[in-house]
């Protein structure tokens, strides 16, 4: 399994930006795919995910209303359309998969792409 991330850079505070994570390696209609994010000195967290067999979609509170996680069945490929970013929204940002059976994002199951970098100036 690969994961590609792209679509980071610099904007400002109020743009937009759109993240895709392109998935090959196998079949995802049984996984889960989710988006984290880790600032300069803090840990991991969680942005959103995305079920990909029943289109469930989850994000946290201080992404929801601006931020819109989606999918390309033809192209494997999830997005993370990220708009009215706020300089707390910059971090490197990771694109993830595992089985929908998993708990956890810390399963050994679990693949994780390269970061692509957010920076948003105020």
């Known amino acids: 399994v690969q994961l590609q991330a792209s679509g980071g850079g610099l904007v400002q505070a109020g743009g937009s930006l759109r993240l895709s994570c392109a998935a090959s390696?196998?079949?995802?209609?049984?996984?889960?795919m989710g988006w984290f994010r880790q600032a300069p000195g803090k840990e991991r967290e969680f942005v959103a995910l995305?079920?990909?067999?029943?289109?469930?979609?989850y994000y946290r509170d201080s992404v929801k209303g601006r931020f819109t996680i989606s999918r390309d069945n033809a192209k494997n490929t999830v997005y993370l359309q990220m708009n009215s970013l706020k300089p707390e929204d910059t971090a490197v940002y990771y694109c993830?998969?595992?089985?929908?059976?998993?708990?956890?994002?810390?399963?050994?199951?679990?693949?994780w792409g390269q970061g692509t970098q957010v920076t948003v100036s105020s």
């Open positions: 390696g196998r079949t995802f209609s049984n996984y889960v």
């Open positions: 993830a998969t595992r089985p929908q059976g998993t708990s956890s994002w810390s399963s050994a199951l679990t693949y």
């Open positions: 995305f079920n990909w067999s029943g289109s469930s979609t």
